[in-house]
């Protein structure tokens, strides 16, 4: 056997040419004549525009609404009850609604002359009140973001059988607001685009910073009114996504039109400013939950309204409705709950759109959950880990159909928090923590949050969300090349994920071909089997089934030949490290290629002349979806001055299936907790009461710092999928779930002994501070509140 | 527009450029150097980091007018070199990059790090590593390639 195959942590073939400096992304592209684009970004979170004045000279290379009236507005639909459909234009024409929305593109020989132009054009503006909060939005006195919904909902969603029975006779109930702060994204490559017309294959090619190439295509052929074989889209080396990139953006569109109207190569580049302001676009949502229990903790029931701050538009094509669908499907999390009623709305404000960031609602919806269980354990004075523990989905029930219609596929969930209770002392934390709150030591806490996330989203969940392009199944195509090795063209774009290395590992694993002769194209789609990118937890499931299947046909062929060749029965050959046997003789692949390219004479007249190349493709049988899972602890100290939060401690039990490579594994959990770090701890966009963003640079808006967190100690265990070849689950987004609540778990275990008590992220000084004067303690709050 | 004469990766360059010209935008876009990338053009995320001198500096908020005479290297002037050859190595042992992105300045920055600053322990690297950010691999990797390095180093000691 092969010893690249799935399980092996292969060093990943991307790493050469980034560590040489010599990656492509798409800043790094230069074209003869290209021109730069800048462009002039609302300052009014809600206006009415006037008519701009631009000077005469720069008429000719100032682009306004009027001027690309051919591009349709995005419009995201699809079949989704109870949503709303609205239009985004790619600039505003007549009304701004959100700080940074596009008034116009501006082009110079630089960025630099760009931007001087884009300065000299001047917009006048009627500012409008605007809606900075999700719950005033839908007040019927607020003013209308769009005319086509009724209180600034865009969408609202009811699941969930009363139970007056539980309501009446529960003796623990308990009432509960969260809230989670407005955030940017953050990849450390903003977007970019580079737009340019191909006369000689008489087709508009756009190479963008993107995660879904083909989508985009789609995109851009839909509001062009192209015919799609006009368009090629590549997306070349990529600086982070985070789901950012996985979406239709009106820069686009408003370059890819311009290029073609002006037969001129156009390149915009997103700096952090415009992304921090204008896309300043996630994680905003509001929970008020109710949740019944007993005297032990457990859970009977849960009443949950869930509000998520859409921002002024609905974006393409998963549109403004996901967060809350998902917050909705998950927020009853890893447990056995029976009685769940939710009302969830996505409501309007004058904010950028909001977008699904890595693991969309997911982190919202465990912060809700868990941190109600250790409200409700508090409540009933027992450790929460016990509470959560005795609520969690035993193994013996699995699959379990959770009370949303989730089937939970397999996994042993209260191992998982064993595994993380074990790797901390939790009985010696609780005597520092006492220890300390005598002695004025920082205080203590230790938080728990354990979740299950539902990966690898196939045809049959995404038609009952209704949403449209995503069809989620995947294609990939191999081919054998005449030496023997491998070629794999796959629709996604890997943008970090390591996807050159474990897509070779899988086809590895099947052909027995070591990964160095296998060579992974992706990201173009002039190239690759259509494909709607890479997002949700699903590349490694769906485009690693797709690849094994091809290579799968790719034996069956090439096991004709062989038979042919090696004058036997197909049946009679076993293949086995990429090659046929029977009894001592054998024939390797390269051999075959060999002779399948270059001595075709060799076989039969009536071998199949498809040669050895295939698309392979890959739907579940069972498509409901693989749920990975984990646990996650905290442990932190709080300055009792400053209401600064240390981490000290912070371990990850994971269980993602079977593992391809478990080094990227480790690799995409970190990254995601440290991303869950920022957003529990220092990830926030404020607005003041005009709508003007308050965070417009790295110096007010704070990113986790190497400095700023722990070594993080990784746990797993295996649990194969039944549903997904190889057992494999997704686990790219997995890690930016939890942190925000094992971190206020923590926080709140610390403040426990002076009845304090925080439900927001991030958990700032300032709301641990507030959290304190609503106790009447002021800073440098000391033993004595401890009662 | 302004002449200056510098030496870039060994090699004298003379250009005459605009006084606004930032150095990343100058060796990013004149001479097309583009390993050095851009991630905030305030000067602080690191992505930029290239060597001044000897020693790192942010590209994006230098201007290339002041490196006139000056000697500057950048993450494309170190093919020969063992140190950074013995830090990529560690880089890719270790995961410690995901998109890339920020690895040139991940690498500037520690190997101004490695030759300058000997003996540096785990809290140590994690303080002065912090003025690199880096959104995918969460440090853990970067860091333990540098306690390696200097583990590395040690024992050559
Ligand atoms: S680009 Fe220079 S520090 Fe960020
Ligand atoms: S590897 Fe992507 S920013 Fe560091």
Redesign the interface.
């Known amino acids: 056997m092969s010893s690249t195959g799935i399980g092996a942590s292969v060093p990943r073939k991307e790493d050469r040419r980034h560590l040489h400096g010599q990656s492509t992304f798409v800043g790094d592209l230069k074209f003869p004549r290209m021109l730069d684009v800048a462009f002039v970004r609302s300052p009014v979170a809600h206006a009415l525009i006037k008519t701009p004045e631009i000077d005469a000279e720069d008429r000719a290379r100032v682009f306004t609404a009027v001027d690309v009236e051919a591009i349709a507005p995005i419009v995201a639909d699809g079949t989704i009850p109870g949503y709303i459909r609205t239009a985004y234009p790619v600039m505003a024409r007549d009304k701004a609604n959100f700080v940074g929305q596009i008034l116009a593109a501006c082009l110079g020989s630089s960025r630099a002359e760009a931007e001087d132009v884009a300065e000299r054009v001047f917009f006048d503006f009627d500012e409008l009140p605007a809606i900075v909060d999700a719950l005033a939005a839908t007040d019927a006195a607020a003013p209308a973001i769009h005319p086509e919904l009724t209180d600034n909902v865009f969408h609202r969603l009811e699941l969930g059988e009363d139970f007056p029975d539980i309501r009446a006779s529960a003796p623990v109930r308990l009432t509960r607001t969260y809230k989670l702060a407005r955030q940017a994204i953050v990849p450390l490559e903003g977007r970019g685009v580079v737009a340019l017309w191909d006369e000689r294959a008489n087709q508009l090619v756009v190479y963008s910073s993107t995660q879904s190439p083909h989508l985009i295509r789609n995109g851009l052929a839909e509001f062009l009114k192209l015919d799609q074989n006009r368009i090629r889209v590549v997306a070349p080396d990529v600086g982070g996504g985070f789901g950012y990139k996985a979406i239709l953006h009106p820069e686009e569109l408003i370059l890819g039109f311009l290029a073609y109207k002006l037969k001129r190569p156009l390149r915009w580049l997103e700096d952090r400013r415009e992304h921090l302001t204008a896309g300043a676009n996630c994680r905003e949502h509001i929970y008020n939950v109710t949740v019944y229990g007993d005297t032990q903790g457990q859970l009977l029931g849960l009443d949950a309204e869930v509000i998520v701050d859409a921002g002024a538009y609905s974006i393409w094509p998963h549109t403004c409705a996901f967060d809350a669908i998902q917050a909705a499907g998950i927020l009853p999390g890893p447990y056995q709950l029976k009685n769940y009623r939710v009302v969830a709305r996505t409501v309007a404000t004058n904010k950028p759109p909001i977008q699904a960031y890595r693991a969309v609602a997911r982190p919202g919806a465990c912060f809700a959950t868990e941190l109600t269980i250790d409200a409700l354990a508090r409540e009933v004075k027992r450790e929460a880990y016990l509470v959560r523990r005795e609520n969690l989905v035993p193994v013996e029930a699995m699959p379990y159909r959770s009370v949303t219609g989730k089937l939970y596929d397999s996994g042993d969930y209260r191992q998982s928090l064993d595994i993380a209770l074990g790797a901390i002392d939790l009985a010696g934390l609780r005597a520092e923590q006492q220890a300390r709150l005598a002695d004025g030591r920082p205080l203590l806490g230790v938080g728990f949050a354990t979740y299950t996330e539902h990966t690898g989203v196939s045809t049959s969940v995404l038609a009952w969300m209704g949403t449209r392009l995503m069809p989620g199944h995947e294609q990939a195509a191999v081919r054998i090349t005449p030496d023997g090795g491998v070629d794999i063209r796959t629709g996604v774009q890997s943008h970090g994920q390591g996807m050159e290395t474990t897509l070779a590992q899988v086809a590895s694993d099947v052909l027995g071909i070591d990964v160095d002769a296998i060579q992974v194209t992706h990201g173009d789609t002039a190239l690759t089997p259509y494909s709607t990118g890479t997002y949700a937890s699903r590349c490694m499931i769906m485009v690693g089934g797709a690849v094994a299947d091809a290579c799968d046909r790719l034996i069956g062929r090439m096991r004709m030949a062989a038979a042919h060749l090696m004058q036997r029965r197909p049946d009679e050959l076993v293949f086995r490290d990429g090659a046929f046997h029977a009894d001592a003789a054998s024939m390797s692949v390269g051999e075959i290629a060999h002779i399948v390219y270059f001595a075709p004479a060799e076989l039969p007249p009536d071998m199949d002349s498809a040669g050895l190349e295939v698309i392979g493709g890959y739907r579940p049988k069972t498509d409901t979806g693989a749920f990975a899972y984990s646990t996650h602890v905290a442990v932190l100290e709080i300055d009792r001055d400053f209401a600064t939060v240390k981490l000290r401690d912070y371990v990850a039990v994971d269980d993602c299936g079977i593992q391809v490579n478990p080094m990227i594994v480790d690799g995409q959990i970190l990254g995601g907790i440290v991303q869950g770090i920022g957003t529990a701890l220092y990830e926030e966009v404020r607005y003041d009461e005009s709508g003007q963003p308050q965070a417009s640079t790295f110096a007010d808006y704070l990113v986790p710092g190497c400095g700023d967190v722990p070594a993080i100690r990784l746990f797993k265990t295996e649990t194969a999928s039944p549903f997904t070849r190889f057992g494999i689950k997704g686990v790219g987004e997995g890690g930016a779930i939890a942190p925000p609540a094992a971190i206020v778990n923590a926080v709140n275990d610390a403040l426990l002994p002076f009845g304090a008590e925080i439900g927001e992220v991030p958990a700032s000084p300032a709301r641990i501070l507030r959290a304190l004067q609503n106790v009447g303690l002021g800073p440098g709050f000391v033993a004595g509140g401890a009662s | 527009m302004i002449d200056i004469v510098l030496t870039i990766n060994g090699e004298r360059v003379e250009a005459s450029i605009?006084p606004?010209?930032s150095l990343a935008?100058f060796l990013?876009?004149k001479l097309?150097?583009?390993?050095?990338?851009?991630?905030?053009?305030?000067g602080?995320?690191g992505?930029c980091t290239i060597h001044l001198d000897g020693v790192s500096a942010r590209s994006c908020i230098t201007l290339a007018a002041a490196c006139d005479g000056h000697d500057v290297k950048?993450?494309?002037g170190f093919?020969d070199d063992s140190t950074m050859s013995a830090i990529?190595t560690e880089?890719?042992?270790e995961?410690a990059?995901?998109?890339?992105?920020?690895?040139?300045g991940m690498?500037m920055t520690s190997y101004d790090l490695v030759t300058r600053f000997p003996g540096l322990d785990?809290a140590d690297?994690?303080?002065e590593?912090?003025?690199?950010?880096?959104?995918?691999?969460?440090?853990?990797?970067?860091?333990r390639a540098l306690q390696n390095v200097y583990a590395m180093n040690q024992q050559q000691d």
């Open positions: 605009d606004r010209l935008d990013r876009e097309h150097l583009t390993g050095t990338h851009i991630g905030c053009e305030h602080v995320c992505a950048t993450i494309e093919e990529r880089f890719s042992r995961h990059l995901q998109c890339g992105y920020c690895s040139p690498l785990e690297i994690r303080r590593m912090s003025g690199n950010l880096c959104r995918c691999t969460g440090y853990q990797g970067i860091v």
